[in-house]
């Protein structure tokens, strides 16, 4: 299909670990990306990978790339108060002799105290 | 480093009437990018410019809406005769570069204009 899939919503304990999973579509996707959006702002990278790796960890985050299955997953180790908000998957996908970011339906994280 | 900025945060118009956005992308981008995020979804792109030409527009829905970057710098995006449909949030990205190569061109986001049609 040509959407990008997320469950809409996960719910974790403060201090728990949270695992946000996505579904993408293209294959030859070159890069994957996860933004963190905080009510009334915009989308903020929080990390990317690249198609040739399949894991990248940065401090409190883990990527996984399961190319075969086009699926993508992003760990938050330790989860905070203010890890809360909604985190969108996209794929960059060529387009026409272009490039574009296709995003997910996004993810909203909520920390149970 | 200032981010991009957009104006209005907030707006409110009954269908029919029309809007116009703006979008100040950080200094020295030279890739614009105007996105609809309608609510519970993710954003979708509507237009890109490479400096003041446009490299995609094939999501915009051009009996309506149109947009510009004169001087590729500040760009406009304007809805007329707006829908109701068109409530959404129209968030504005810029990035250093267009896509290519082994960068990860990060796209930078402004806060957002929230558009209520009535």
Known sequence: GEDVEQSLFLSVREGDSSVINCTYTDSSSTYLYWYKQEPGAGLQLLTYIFSNMDMKQDQRLTVLLNKKDKHLSLRIADTQTGDSAIYFCAERRANFGNEKLTFGTGTRLTIIP | ?118
Do not use: M
């Open chain 2, 1 to 118: 480093e200032a981010g991009v900025a957009q104006s209005p945060r907030y707006k409110i118009i009954e269908k029919r009437q029309s809007v116009a956005f703006w979008c100040n992308p950080i200094s020295g981008h030279a890739t614009l990018y105007w996105y609809q995020q309608i609510l519970g979804q993710g954003p979708k792109l509507l237009i890109q410019f490479q400096n003041n030409g446009v490299v995609d527009d094939s999501q915009l829905p051009k009996d309506r809406f149109s947009a510009e970057r004169l001087k590729g710098v500040d760009s406009t995006l304007k809805i007329q005769p707006a829908k109701l449909e068109d409530s959404a949030v129209y968030l504005c990205a810029s990035s250093l570069d267009i896509w290519g190569g082994s960068s990860y061109n990060e796209q930078f986001f402004g806060p957002g204009t929230r558009l209520t049609v009535l």
